[in-house]
């Protein structure tokens, strides 16, 4: 494998930036990725090309597994956990000694106690009421999953008093709804509207959307929005969701998280990257069921047993999300992005 990444970055090197690297002459460049995106490979090789070193800043939980091998070789890469290095070290042959664990940059503000505010303010705020019981759902960006159905499946179980508690539903836009290649897809409009719809006939759902700066890029929001879903998830009971990093981010808060494993009614099932099939059969999704830290549903009854079962008892559990966070999150003090900012300075004193 590293002899074929090798011998296609030597005869295959487009040389997209070479206006920058004559101008700025850079010692280090810096790739949110391995190479398996493609302009990242094109980056890194480009780099080695102009006598520059590249260090790759792993961005997300699942791109050491999920996204195939790396089109070029990094000189250096940050992990966020030892389980991560061990994947790129199997995966994508990158040298253990190349790898830095740094913990999740991208994470430090859950570590942190600023910036949370008070149930009454939230709550007024999103136009939520501070009374009633919180259950979040953060809609997942893919054609096969109704995201609509769920919501008005708790909506429903919310309007006939299933649960043990008066409760609300704050349903949240997925960033990807406004992304470029997919604001014009009708799959998009049409999962919109119905979300839209469902808070109109149901008093208790709320529609949470993102700020969205550029409708240009894939994934431009507000630095806010950190702080926003830091204060959702503080301020929830129960957090359901499928396969998302959000059951990392709720294990931090210690926050029940239920993993929805089933197609419901109105669903594509479609044996694709996003189904959910495959999404069960994933490495680190493997390890998210593995841990217990947030049971995997396979029906919608169980769904709402299982809200109920959370809401008696918020503190089940509490055990094994310690652990998932231990295990996928890797040193977890707050100060992730420093750590990272100091191995890159030390890097490019050293290229």
Known sequence: RRGLVRLESRLFVPHLHRVLFKKYRPRLVITPSTGYWQLDSY????AKAHGARTVAVITNWDHATCKGLGGAEPDYVVAWSQIMKEELVRGHDIAKEHIFVAGVPIFDHYFRSNGIESRESFFQRLGLDPERKLIFFPAAIMKEWPNPQIGRTIAQAIKEKEFPYPCQLLIRLHPGYFAQNNRKAQWVDEQLK???????????????????????????????????????????????????????????????????????????????????ERAKERTHNQRLIASGAAPLVESEAQLLD??????????????????????????????????????????????
Do not use: W
Not at 231 to 247: A, E, G, K, Q
């Open 43 to 46: 980056i890194i090789r480009e």
């Open 194 to 276: 119905d979300l839209q719809m469902l808070a109109k006939g149901y008093s208790e759902v709320a529609i949470n959307t993102p700020r969205i700066l550029s409708q240009r890029l894939s994934s431009d929001m507000n630095r806010s929005e950190m702080g926003a879903m830091a204060n959702i998830l503080t301020h929830s009971d129960v957090v359901v969701c499928m396969f998302s990093t959000l059951n990392v981010e709720a294990s931090i808060i210690n926050r029940p998280v239920i993993n929805i494993g089933f197609l419901p009614e109105g669903g594509h099932a479609a044996n694709n990257f996003y189904s959910v």
């Open 306 to 351: 299982t809200i109920n079962f959370y809401l008696r008892h918020p503190e089940e559990d509490a055990k094994a999300r310690r652990h998932l966070v231990e295990q996928e999150c890797g040193p977890s003090d707050g100060h992730a992005g420093e750590r990272v900012g100091q191995h890159i300075l030390s890097l490019l004193r050293e290229a």
